[in-house]
């Protein structure tokens, strides 16, 4: 929930009292995909995957963190060589 957050700019379920918002997430509700431009679907589905109930099914942190690396590294200036006339 805490990646989505960050996303969002506010917490899950923040338009319902601290109690019903637990009791929407025991119920198997989960917040909506929030609206960033930074947000990929990779990055989405991944966020999706840490919250299954069965922990079996959940994404493992190796995966989490192979993901985020590959999102900062799709974003990461590609380097350029000047020719040799620029100086």
Do not use: Y
Not at 19 to 32: K, Q
Request: aromatic share 8%; hydrophobic share 40%.
């Amino acid at each position: 929930m805490i990646f989505r957050q960050i996303f969002a700019g506010q917490a899950p379920f923040s338009d319902e009292s601290h109690v019903a918002g637990v009791f929407s997430m025991l119920m198997g509700r989960r917040p909506p995909r929030p609206d960033h431009p930074e947000l990929s679907d990779r990055l989405w589905e991944t966020i999706k995957g840490c919250w299954k109930v069965d922990p079996g099914q959940r994404k493992t942190i190796t995966r989490v963190v192979a993901v985020l690396e590959a999102e900062v590294a799709a974003r990461q200036p590609r380097s350029c060589t000047l020719g040799p006339n620029w100086t």
